[in-house]
């Protein structure tokens, strides 16, 4: 997603800057490597630039870790900032020192989607690699960044989390700061001191983690910057100045200019009413305007120029969010910029952090609607599920404290499935699949990338992967729309789909592509659970099945009907042979509540679903 800050966020020791990235493997108890060392100094003045200095010295205890910390790299922007590697060296298991000699050190510009212009990005990487690093060696590195040009006039926010997981042996950071800007800032598990002298504040937080635990949790989907050791700081009196910090530079470029004025009136030549014209507009800016996410110096804060923007159609979230103000104020229809997260965060601090609020969207007050015209193929009014139920900063009073979560019903798939069994054990089939809401962009977005080869190859891959050989047609439907619906259907002659003549078992399930399956649903079942929030969504889910069966072939066994309903999910299925027809039905509703759901309603809705587990397993068994 898009950057609109580049505040401090240091989220591991391989992250201890808007900058610093060494690649590294995932630590438990059986290190691979440890962290001996890790300074951060910053030194901020009044009107929010800095001067910040990093060092890092890392062991390599084991092989794995050899590959990833041979090398690392340091980002910056070209026009606000200027780096200097004041050291760069291996540090040998017996104690001699091997500096990074100047041809192991490479830049590389950072071109974005739009390759090397610099109207796409004015970032560049600094690589330094090691040399002859083995194991038992520490690799250091030691560098000074200056931010020339504050992202925020006279505003600044840092922030530091480190995993418990990860080995610190010695880690420190400094601020130094006018006493002036009024700080805010809070520690969690570290050592904090705090000091002021000729007018400056100084604050130091240390912290060691020589034992690093090991975490059972494999689900991250929802996070708190706030359950690990770390820090915040900011110079932000709150969120909303946060956000009136953004408005204000981007407000200006939203005006109507009669370039923009003769766009939005081409656009919506034939269409009338706010609703029409809205959606035509939003579509407009989403097919038209390629989505690139680097930004340019200061862009990474301030939007571009409408003209640069339309000039070369693209642009990145606060481009589009500022074309599509624009234009709807050319119809006379009020927007506001909403910032908000669109990683894993759901709760944003007490502590304002400029950096988490990274990507910009439109809310429209007359139609209570938020769009993000960057999200191609998104209906008008929907929302992905990453920028969901997620708090949202504007600078206009009065507006939605978040983002909405889609409505319990609206995201729905019926799949219906007709098939004839031949007597060799063949069979024939058709297969038609109705998608909406998420499900139909999911969908469509699936079969859009399909080339023309791809389409007719698309019957026989999908069953090649089922170890069955196939030949049939796809017919995919429109999927240039951006509607919330959207169907597509499949029709196809498959060999030996059971082993017929003989006895033997088959599962009924569906066959062809689709992407909300029962099955799907009912795996849920078997994921571990633990006492951690999870992302989660609602949904409902059909499928039904005409299988016609040889004349000679005798059932036995069909599976159990099954029905239950709890306050998260409910199920129903039905199996029963109608002459030589045997019909199946099943239909789920995750009645999921919001978009994070707390650990004991996880628990709860994976036992909710073992019988549906237990359910989509079970065989029709035949002779």
């Not at 969010?321 to 506001?336: C, D, F, M, N, V």
Request: charged content about 20%.
């Amino acid at each position: 997603m898009c950057r609109i800050g580049v505040s401090l966020v240091v989220v591991a020791a391989a992250l201890t800057g808007p900058c610093l990235a060494q690649s590294q493997p995932q630590n438990s108890p059986d290190l691979s490597w440890r962290l001996e060392r890790q300074i951060e100094e910053h030194v901020i003045a009044a009107d929010g630039t800095e001067q910040a200095t990093y060092t890092l010295a890392s062991k390599i205890l084991k092989e794995p870790a050899l590959e990833p910390l041979k090398q690392a790299s340091v980002t910056y922007s070209k026009s606000a900032q200027t780096l200097e590697i004041l050291e760069a060296y291996t540090r040998k298991a017996d104690g001699r020192r091997l500096d990074v000699p100047k041809t192991n050190y490479q830049v590389h510009s950072e071109g974005g989607q739009g390759g090397n212009s610099p109207i796409f990005s004015d970032y560049n990487r600094t690589s330094v690699v090691f040399p002859e690093v083995a194991v038992g060696d520490t690799v250091v590195i030691s560098y000074k960044l200056t931010t020339t040009q504050a992202w925020f006039p006279g505003k600044i926010s840092l922030i530091g989390t480190y995993p418990r997981t990860m080995a610190y042996d010695d880690m420190k950071v400094t601020v130094d700061a006018p006493v002036s800007m009024n700080a805010r800032f809070k520690s969690r598990g570290m050592t904090e001191t705090v000091s002021v002298k000729d007018g400056r504040q100084h604050i130091e937080w240390s912290y060691a983690n020589k034992e690093p635990v090991k975490s059972e949790r494999i689900d991250f989907s929802v996070y708190s910057v706030e359950s690990e050791p770390g820090f915040l700081y900011s110079t932000f009196a709150s969120y909303d100045e946060v956000a009136k910090s953004y408005i204000d530079r981007a407000s200006v470029k939203a005006a109507v200019t009669p370039r923009i004025q003769k766009l939005a009136d081409e656009v919506t030549l034939d269409k009338t009413g706010a609703p029409e014209q809205a959606r035509t507009l939003y579509e407009w800016v989403s097919r038209n305007i390629t989505y690139a996410g680097n930004c340019v110096g200061l862009g990474a804060i301030v939007p571009r120029d409408l003209d640069v923007v339309l000039d070369n159609k693209m642009g990145d979230c606060k481009d589009h969010a500022t074309l599509l103000q624009a234009l709807l104020a050319a119809k006379g229809i009020r927007s506001e910029q909403a910032l908000v997260n669109a990683t894993n965060i759901y709760e944003l601090p007490d502590v304002p952090i400029a950096s988490l609020v990274n990507h910009v969207i439109n809310f429209l007050p007359s139609l209570n609607t938020f769009v993000d015209s960057t999200d191609t193929g998104m209906p008008f009014g929907m929302l992905a599920m990453p920028v969901q139920d997620k708090p949202v900063l504007m600078a206009a009073s009065g507006m939605p404290a978040k983002t909405p979560a889609d409505k319990l019903g609206a995201n729905r798939q019926v799949m219906k499935t007709k098939l004839l069994i031949h007597e060799d054990g063949s069979a024939d089939g058709h297969v038609a699949v109705s998608e909406f809401g998420m499900f139909a962009v999911a969908a469509r977005r699936s079969l859009k990338g399909l080339s023309t080869d791809d389409m007719a190859t698309a019957v026989k891959g999908y069953f090649r992967g089922m170890g069955l050989e196939a030949e049939g047609t796809l017919t995919r439907g429109d999927v240039t729309s951006m509607s919330d619906r959207y169907q597509f259907e499949a029709t196809f002659k498959v060999a030996n789909l059971i082993p017929y003549p003989g006895s033997g078992a088959f599962y009924v399930t569906p066959l062809f592509f689709n992407v909300a399956p029962v099955a799907h649903f009912a795996q849920q079942a078997t994921v571990p659970m633990g006492d951690y929030d999870g992302a989660c969504s609602s949904g409902y889910t059909e499928e039904e099945f005409e299988i016609t069966l040889p004349e000679k072939l005798s059932v036995l066994s069909l599976p159990d009907a099954t029905a239950f309903s709890s306050p998260v999910v409910s199920y129903e299925s039905s199996y029963r042979i109608d002459g030589r027809v045997l019909k199946v039905r099943r239909a789920l509703d995750d009645k999921s509540p919001g978009n994070v759901c707390r650990a004991a309603l996880l628990k709860e809705y994976k036992a909710a679903l073992q019988p549906v587990w237990k359910n989509v397993r079970q065989q029709v068994l035949y002779k």
